[in-house]
């Protein structure tokens, strides 16, 4: 069973079906569906994007979430986990994205911490993996913020939807250096809640 996950101001609860035109409504903020480096559904991909993403949960390998602001209960982006590795107690977070006026605030790093706190002492993972398009500097940035190490670039790792061959940066944080950065996140968060109104 999938949980939902608590943050101050914003909680990760399970995707479903149902939650279609919410998700589309926020990639609409930004047309996110335009971007080049990351895939965000489109009215004419929610559908696929919804099955992939809970045929992956039905298989055991992805745990998907709608990012809903606690405040309004608006769904204000989506996040994940896939590549779920039990045994070698890893996975990876990723297929991140928010809503546009939303991004640069509290909600990317709450999310993280939200995920990263349940992969490292709820699912007991040694290993959380970032996977991000070598052209994404933002992303790639906001993961180095988070804590994480970048351990290389996986050339040609996955073909992208308009068949650009796509070069990738790998980034980890692992259970030795969770206490640090779960220390990081949390002081970052205070701060953010100092400049709320």
Known sequence: ???TLHGQGILLRPLQ???ADALLHAAADGELWNLTVTVVPSASTVDSYLKKALDGRDAGTVMPFVIVLR???EV???TRFWKIDRHNRKLEIGSSWIAARLQKTFVNTEAKYLLLRHAIEVLDC???QFTTDENNHRSRNAILRLGAQQEGIVRHERIMPDGRKRNSVR???IDDEWPQVRQNLE???AQYALRRP
């Open 71 to 73: 405040e309004t209960g």
């Open 187 to 189: 002081d970052k968060l």
């Open 17 to 19: 079906y149902a939650d």
């Open 171 to 173: 980034f980890s944080i």
């Open 76 to 78: 204000i982006g989506s």
């Open 1 to 3: 069973m999938q949980p």
């Open 126 to 128: 040694v290993r959380v």
